[in-house]
């Protein structure tokens, strides 16, 4: 399919929508993680790829196997 300038600013805009609704989902991850540092225990907040494997998770979010 051809790209013309009507196709190419719509993805545009659906590009800059998604890095909005990734940057606000990353502060909400990140406020998360904080949270739940603290109810297991930790005086310091994981990292994601520590909290992933926690929660069956592997690096791509898929699932595997179940949560503890």
């Not at 540092?37 to 595997?64: C, N, T, W, Y």
């Given at each position: 399919?051809?790209?013309?300038?009507?196709?190419?600013?719509?993805?545009?805009?659906?590009?800059?929508?998604?890095?909005?609704?990734?940057?606000?989902?990353?502060?909400?991850v990140?406020?998360?993680?904080?949270?739940y540092?603290?109810?297991?225990?930790?005086?310091?907040?994981?990292?994601?790829?520590?909290?992933?494997?926690?929660?069956?998770?592997?690096?791509?979010?898929?699932?595997?196997?179940?949560?503890?």
């Amino acid at each position: 399919m051809p790209v013309n300038d009507r196709r190419l600013a719509a993805m545009i805009r659906r590009r800059d929508r998604l890095a909005a609704d990734l940057a606000n989902m990353d502060k909400r991850v990140r406020l998360a993680i904080v949270e739940y540092s603290r109810e297991q225990g930790f005086l310091v907040p994981l990292r994601i790829e520590k909290v992933r494997p926690m929660l069956g998770l592997d690096s791509h979010g898929a699932h595997h196997g179940s949560v503890h």
